[in-house]
């Protein structure tokens, strides 16, 4: 064997203690609230079957997934006129196995393949990696984590309702209160689509729109110039864009703008409805309807969400929206569902920015335990397993050393105390406790000490 | 789109909440268990540069290895002649990545690559699936987890201590009290080649012996005769293979044996220390000296490890020891460290074999609140953030329904306890619990239900 210097692959990434001590609070935290709201928990395999990813998420998808070389001897039934064809075509033939893009789809397929065990509405969460061979950059990586959780098989708002409070219990919990869930519904799209005189442009207006905030509004209508949008129309799509103050009057000016059409006030009733549910949260939430929000539109088929946060320049945290025909795509029609994904990445990002994480959210031991020689050792066995029985997390200095070697050890580990066990302190039967942040000692017996340290 | 019939790729599989509530129990448990001793987490990418991989793991376990087919035209750089020289020289060319095949060596490349960062003796837990191209069968998949926990950086047998405590602990936490640690060293089988006259022959005689509870001493003569090893360092084999009683018996035994050379003294000094260590733990341990145990032997130098499940035949449900020189293959030397793995598929089918998963460890809310209308949905509402503010995990049915739709429903999803909340109890602010196990009702302000509940 040789020795290699060793590196990893590009836009992958390992994460030390400091950071999974981070990561593992904010995950435990969605964890929580997922199960709070009673979804359930499931897994499926990194490795779904080609045929089962490709072709969901548009041809742009498609060439960001990874593929699996078959096993074995893949050339065996490969001609040469199959490679000839090239990379495209040779892929087909030599791999049969992918890894998964997003959860949504491995959802869809474990919903259709058990259908006939499920009870609907099935709620699900999923927390686990997913890989796109996307070009790596500053916040973009080719592996990283999705937390989602879906309501399969039932149309209601409630639906949508729960996703808004759970956002909202979710950032209070881990301290994040400077965001805003923002909504949109296709109705009110479709509804602005044919108010201006476009409605079989609906596609092509929302993917110009939905790049408002970054473009600004003149290159919005230059865009949609070029596709052949009319004067005009464009004129009256400025004024309903336009449309701001609280919810409630952005509601009142819509109701005058596209009320009058049949899927305008449908909209519009769902987005009241959805209001209404926001505000039966016992605390202030922070939601805002936003007309050109129209993100996904290639599976999102009513609301549409987006969390952002609002005092760090970092784009969304969290999305989702309500999909009704994505079981369609494995023979299961008549199956709508609503989701939210948060991203932990994201989310790492803003709390790390604006100093949010928790003080103590490393995961190092409690206490140290010294190692003097064995000896003194037999008495530090018997220390740790006391502790450890009181589900207190320490370790044992591995070997004899140095008091002063171990306690930079205790240092280097941010572990917050060390017991000290020599041979007077086990004459004595009172060990000596040092609070590594202050410095401060104390003796006492084990169970001195204990009080001492859960008083902290 | 066309709609396809949806399938997993095979070794693979999905887990539902029933079945992910039940690993959770035991994953939540080794995580808790991992902690309290000190060890810290960490996650590496699932892909890995094939530089990396290949070559630890033998040429059988190269085969093994999922390998990533190059993103974009792959193909760009191939000669026709690198085609020709077949499927292995190809992969070579179109695959730069593969699927991680074990926790380790990305362990190794990570110390590696950090070595200035890290504090030595590095203590890291990681928890995470690998992969493998083995042919599925019972029990074996082509994705499953690893949990590991390893300490990097000390040559002390405090190392194996705590593994062996830890295992322990895990286990009693766990409920699963039929078990044995066997325990066997590199020296100990170094001392019984070079007494037998075959010190040149370790690694056959090793993986012979290991093999000595499947298929008998007789055939393991056999394979050994074969191997040219001559009738008489065979009798002397058998004899010491035949030790048995108590571990202390066991040390008299081979005093005698191996005893008088240099590396049997010491493989049984670190023997007694061992068992002295585990005498320290402050109950009973199952701790059994295994002189045929001899496994990983390609990179295990020191201490070797299995944990078995004495009352389901499901071979070892966790496995670890000792290795020297892990890291010298990314460059860096003179690194011992020793590590414990437990498999969790393995767990859990002694678990459900035994029957000793907890009754209520499935993830369903605990409450069900009904719903009838839109003037009852709006109590509901209020009544469902009082108790998730209470921390209670609740769910709301999705739409106003009968009252024996719902019911099913919890009962379907296993959940214990519904709130019925019907215009009359609106009136009365009573609400009605129901206990789906019982069938028994209570009525009650949401204060008193709750007491209910919780003292249940």
Redesign the interface.
Same mark, same amino acid.
């Given at each position: 064997?040789?020795?290699?210097?060793?590196?990893?692959?590009k836009g992958?990434?390992?994460?030390?203690?400091e950071q999974?001590?981070k990561?593992?609070f904010i995950m435990d935290a969605i964890r929580h609230t997922f199960?709070?709201?009673?979804f359930?928990?499931?897994?499926?395999?990194?490795?779904?079957?080609l045929?089962?990813l490709t072709?969901?998420y548009g041809e742009e998808g498609d060439?960001l997934l990874?593929?699996?070389?078959n096993?074995?001897?893949? %050339? /065996?039934d490969v001609t040469t006129e199959d490679?000839n064809k090239?990379?495209k075509h040779?892929?087909a033939s030599? /791999?049969?196995?992918g890894?998964r893009y997003d959860l949504t789809v491995p959802l869809a397929?474990?919903i259709?393949?058990?259908r006939h065990e499920l009870?609907f509405?099935f709620?699900?969460y999923q927390m686990q990696?997913v890989?796109r /061979?996307d070009r790596p950059q500053k916040g973009r990586y080719?592996?990283f984590y999705q937390c989602d959780a879906d309501?399969i098989g039932?149309?209601?708002l409630?639906?949508e /309702?729960?996703i808004i409070?759970m956002a909202h219990?979710l950032f209070s919990k881990i301290g994040l209160t400077k965001f805003v869930v923002f909504i949109n519904l296709r109705k009110i799209l479709k509804a602005i689509a044919n108010h201006i005189g476009q409605g079989e442009q609906e596609t092509t207006l929302c993917t110009a729109i939905d790049k408002l905030d970054k473009i600004g509004m003149d290159k919005v209508k230059e865009e949609l110039t070029q596709k052949n949008f009319s004067k005009e129309s464009l004129h009256t799509l400025e004024s309903i864009l336009s449309i701001n103050g609280s919810n409630d009057e952005k509601i009142e000016q819509l109701k005058k703008m596209i009320g009058s059409s049949d899927v305008g006030k449908e909209g519009i009733k769902e987005l009241e409805l959805l209001l209404t549910?926001a505000k039966?949260?016992?605390r202030a939430t922070q939601v805002e309807i936003n007309l050109t929000l129209a993100r996904g539109l290639s599976y999102y088929t009513g609301s549409i969400f987006e969390i952002k946060a609002t005092e760090v320049a970092i784009g969304s945290i969290g999305g989702g929206g309500r999909y009704d025909n994505l079981t369609?795509?494995?023979?299961l029609p008549n199956t709508s569902g609503v989701g939210i994904s948060f991203g932990i990445d994201r989310i790492y990002d803003v709390l790390e920015e604006m100093k949010l994480f928790p003080k103590h959210s490393n995961?190092?031991?409690k206490i140290?335990i010294t190692?003097f020689d064995s000896y003194c050792?037999?008495e530090s066995?018997?220390v740790i397993?006391q502790l450890?029985?009181s589900?207190?997390?320490?370790? %044992?200095y591995?070997?004899p050393a140095k008091l002063k070697k171990q306690l930079s050890?205790a240092d280097?580990?941010q572990i917050p105390f060390v017991i000290i066990i020599g041979e007077e302190e086990i004459q004595k039967q009172a060990y000596t406790l040092k609070d590594m942040h202050s410095g401060e000692q104390h003796t006492g017996s084990i169970e001195d000490l204990l009080k001492f340290i859960k008083i902290q």
């Open positions: 064997m040789t020795s290699t210097k060793p590196s990893l692959p992958t990434r390992d994460f030390s203690p999974m001590a990561r593992l199960q709070l709201y009673g359930l928990p499931l897994e499926t395999p990194a490795m779904e079957n045929s089962v072709g969901k060439q990874f593929k699996i070389l096993s074995g001897d893949f %050339l /065996a490679i090239g990379s040779l892929s030599i /791999a049969e196995k890894l397929r474990f259709v393949m058990h009870t509405p709620k699900r990696p890989w /061979a080719r592996e309501m039932s149309t209601s409630i639906g /309702a729960e409070w219990d549910y039966l949260y016992p369609d795509l494995f023979g995961q190092s031991p140290l190692n050792e037999k066995i018997k397993h450890r029985a589900n207190i997390s320490s370790e %044992l591995p070997e050890y280097a580990k």
